[in-house]
Structures are given as structure tokens and as C-alpha cells.
T-cell receptor, first 113, second 115 residues
Framework: DVKVTQSSRYLVKRTGEKVFLECVQD?????MFWYRQDPGLGLRLIYF???????EKGDIPEGYSVSREKKERFSLILESASTNQTSMYLC????????????FGPGTRLTVL | AQKVTQAQTEISVVEKEDVTLDCVYE???????LFWYKQPPSGELVFLIR??????QNEISGRYSWNFQKSTSSFNFTITASQVVDSAVYFC????????????FGGGTRLMVKP
């Protein structure tokens, strides 16, 4: 059974804190993605990685960075959290190759006070 | 640039009614893929269907059906005889053969099915 897990379901941080969101998949997928979800805007891509140590900016990378040291793990980092980064963060993974199903984690609802 | 529009932000129906969720997309690529995902209250997106641009056949899966029309750039989703368990946010998405095969999502439609 395919599985994408995220380190926390709910997280509350203060402005200026460094925040790490972790995502782990057990499907040996090459491609991994971080999205944020806001009401009315759907999901917007922050960063993606098509292999270990590879990363590409998505549509809204400002204020975020990522790390992919191992194939199964993709971390999203907020260097200095701000209130406008309060959102739901979703991680996904898929096999390399043509567009195919992305498998999503349960999401992390981050609140920055 | 790619774009997906789901004009209906919220729909409310009574159980057993049929309901259609609209999706209109824009892309300059001739090869592309369309998806529908369901997000129940638990939050996890669940894959429902993938369709490529060369396959315009409509598809039916149980109470779910999809109508793909390239002429109008639409990929609409119909639920027949809706049930309370269908209550969720539904997302339409588009992807092309670019790096990473990124998904471009619509804004989502919240469907509420009342008993």
C-alpha cells in the first residue's frame, strides 16, 4: 500500500522561527513535491525534486527552501516563518516519467502567530 | 502558461441528486494530462482519474463519470445519486511533459451533500 507521511498534522510556530516540515514516502518514487493549499486558490507548487539532491522552484518558492538528501525524504524549510505562511502544506510523490498519479500525504496545517 | 478554472466554489445538493462539477483548462501543449482528486475532511487528496489529451472517451466508474471535451477545453465530473460520503472538496488538475510533471490545480469545488 502506497504511503506518504508527514511529520505533523498540526503545527503552531511564532514569527521568525525556523520551521521544518518533513515528508517521507515508501514507494521508491523519484519525484517529490511540496504544495501549499489556501482557500479558493487550490494547491500551489512551492518546490519539487526529481531526484536526490535535485530541486526546482515551483510557482511560489519565496520564503521557502527544501532539502532532499535521501530518496525517500523531502524536507520543506521556512527560514524565518511569517504570518502569511499560515497554510496547509501537502507533500506528494510520483514515479519519474510522464505525468502520472501523484500520491499525497495527509497534510500539515501550519499556523504562524 | 497553464491554468485550470473551477468556477463553482461551493455546491450543495440533497442526497440522491445528480451533480456535475465543472473544470475548464488552458494549455498550449498538445500533449497533456487531466486529473481529478477528492479531498475529504480528513485532508488527504485521493486520486480519482487521469486522462490524456489523446483519449476523449468518456469514462464511467460506478456513480462517477467524466466528460472530456477538447473542443471546449473542459473535463467535467458528474456524481450520480450523490451520497453524504461524497461531501468533500474536489480538485481538477492539469499536467504536461515538462520537468517534474508539475500539477496545476484549479481552486477546488466544495461539495456538500445533505441527507
Amino acid at each position: 500500500d502506497v504511503k506518504v507521511t508527514q511529520s505533523s498534522r498540526y503545527l503552531v510556530k511564532r514569527t521568525g522561527e525556523k520551521v521544518f516540515l518533513e515528508c517521507v514516502q515508501d514507494m521508491d518514487h523519484e519525484n517529490m513535491f511540496w504544495y501549499r493549499q489556501d482557500p479558493g486558490l487550490g494547491l500551489r507548487l512551492i518546490y519539487f525534486s526529481y531526484d536526490v539532491k535535485m530541486k526546482e522552484k515551483g510557482d511560489i518558492p519565496e520564503g521557502y527552501s527544501v532539502s532532499r538528501e535521501k530518496k525517500e525524504r523531502f524536507s520543506l524549510i521556512l527560514e524565518s516563518a511569517s504570518t502569511n505562511q499560515t497554510s496547509m502544506y501537502l507533500c506528494a510523490s510520483k514515479l519519474a516519467g510522464p505525468p502520472d498519479t501523484q500520491y499525497f500525504g495527509p497534510g500539515t496545517r501550519l499556523t504562524v502567530l | 502558461a497553464q491554468k485550470v478554472t473551477q468556477a463553482q466554489t461551493e455546491i450543495s445538493v440533497v442526497e440522491k441528486e445528480d451533480v456535475t462539477l465543472d473544470c475548464v483548462y488552458e494549455t498550449r501543449d498538445t500533449t497533456y494530462y487531466l486529473f481529478w482528486y477528492k479531498q475529504p475532511p480528513s485532508g488527504e487528496l485521493v486520486f480519482l482519474i487521469r486522462r490524456n489529451s489523446f483519449d476523449e472517451q468518456n469514462e464511467i466508474s460506478g456513480r462517477y463519470s467524466w466528460n472530456f471535451q477538447k473542443s471546449t477545453s473542459s473535463f467535467n465530473f458528474t456524481i450520480t445519486a450523490s451520497q453524504v460520503v461524497d461531501s468533500a472538496v474536489y480538485f481538477c488538475a492539469l499536467s504536461t511533459n515538462n520537468a517534474g510533471n508539475m500539477l496545476t490545480f484549479g481552486g477546488g469545488t466544495r461539495l456538500m451533500v445533505k441527507p
